[in-house]
């Protein structure tokens, strides 16, 4: 752990936001420490704080400079940051590890063949590598509640799409690069598509309405397509 505080590096992203920049490669354990730094930074929020955001290797703290008692706003909340990141107390969080039925018919798996060609394998070889490992919630971004899953078998690695679909469906596995995500809300987007899952991600009237939360696993199966129209039914 002290490792990674010896790491830290700050840099002004705006008038507003400060990003820390815990520095490569990306592993769990940095970012486990980036969601316990998050939490400790909400449950005890310093003046002018307004948000942080966590991502794979950084995180970004929005402030309200008129709220800090200094001349220098920017270097007054980095001391900020900076001491809680050293005294953080390093409790586990609360994760959790959930299961996603995704059904990889063809008529779901809108690239699983433009994936199996890039890596030289068959669609059922993909289908098998992406169920066989379990992923780690870097962080949500891009889309409300879009996990950002880490972990993807390198074999299977393909770029995003050159052009992005207009629309992607909600439920929507997807590959880009080494990382996997599911969709899940009805969006644009680029991510190549091997299958889609009848769960859903995002529950809009409850009180914690994303499914994943950062630091969460994630393991994916198999189903079939009717198993799927009787899940996405019932």
Not at 112 to 126: F, K, M, Q, R, Y
Not at 161 to 172: D, L, V, Y
Not at 208 to 231: C, M, N, T, W
């Amino acid at each position: 752990m002290e490792s990674i505080q010896k790491k830290l590096s700050f840099f002004p992203l705006s008038e507003s936001a400060i990003l820390i920049d815990f520095g490569e490669p990306i592993s769990v354990e940095k970012n486990m420490y980036i969601h316990q730094l998050t939490a400790a930074l909400n449950a005890e929020p310093f003046p002018g704080f307004i948000e942080v955001v966590p991502a794979y290797t950084t995180l970004t703290v929005y402030y309200d400079p008129l709220a800090a008692d200094s001349s220098n706003p920017y270097h007054h909340t980095c001391t900020r940051i900076e001491h809680a990141a050293h005294t953080l107390k390093t409790d586990k969080l609360e994760t959790k590890t959930i299961e996603l039925p995704v059904c990889y018919d063809p008529e779901f798996a809108l690239d699983i063949t433009e994936v199996a060609n890039h890596n030289g394998l068959s669609p059922e070889e993909v289908i098998e590598r992406h169920t066989t490992q379990v992923y780690h919630v870097y962080f949500i971004g891009f889309a409300p509640g879009f996990p950002f899953l880490g972990g993807l078998d390198s074999t299977i690695a393909t770029p995003r799409k050159q052009s992005p679909r207009r629309e992607t469906p909600a439920g929507s596995v997807g590959i880009a690069g080494r990382q996997t995500g599911v969709y899940p809300i009805d969006i644009p987007g680029g991510w190549q598509i091997i299958g889609r899952t009848p769960r859903q991600l995002l529950h809009l009237n409850d009180r914690s309405p994303a499914l994943l939360q950062p630091g969460d696993k994630v393991r994916f199966h198999a189903i079939s397509k009717q198993e799927y129209l009787r899940q996405e039914e019932s």
